[in-house]
C-alpha cells in the first residue's frame, strides 16, 4: 500500500509541475510577443526621427547652398 501511494503521490507532482510548465511556457511566449511589439514600435520611432533629422539637416544644406550661391551673383 505504502508503493501504491508513493507512486500517486509522484504520479500527482508530476501531473502538477507538467502544468506550471505550460502555464510559465504561456506566459513567456506572450511577455516574448508583447516585447517584441514594444521593440517594433521603439523601432518605428526611431526610424521616423532619423527621416525627421535627415530633412532638417537637408533643409540646412539647402539654406547654406542658397547662401553660398546667392553671395556668388552679387
Known amino acids: 500500500m505504502e508503493k501504491e501511494d508513493l507512486l500517486r503521490d509522484i504520479l500527482e ?3 502538477e509541475i507538467r502544468e ?5 511556457h504561456k506566459d513567456l511566449v ?3 510577443l508583447e516585447t517584441r511589439e ?12 532619423e527621416i525627421e533629422k535627415h530633412g532638417e539637416m537637408m533643409r540646412q544644406l539647402f539654406k547654406i547652398e542658397d ?3 546667392s553671395s556668388r551673383r552679387e
Not at 506550471?20 to 510559465?24: A, R
Not at 514594444?38 to 526621427?49: D, G, P, S, W
Request: overall charge positive; glycine content about 0%.
Open 13 to 15: 507532482v508530476q501531473k
Open 30 to 32: 506572450r511577455v516574448i
Open 38 to 49: 514594444e521593440i517594433r514600435e521603439i523601432l518605428e520611432k526611431n526610424r521616423k526621427a
Open 20 to 24: 506550471t510548465l505550460q502555464e510559465n
Open 67 to 69: 547662401k553660398i550661391l
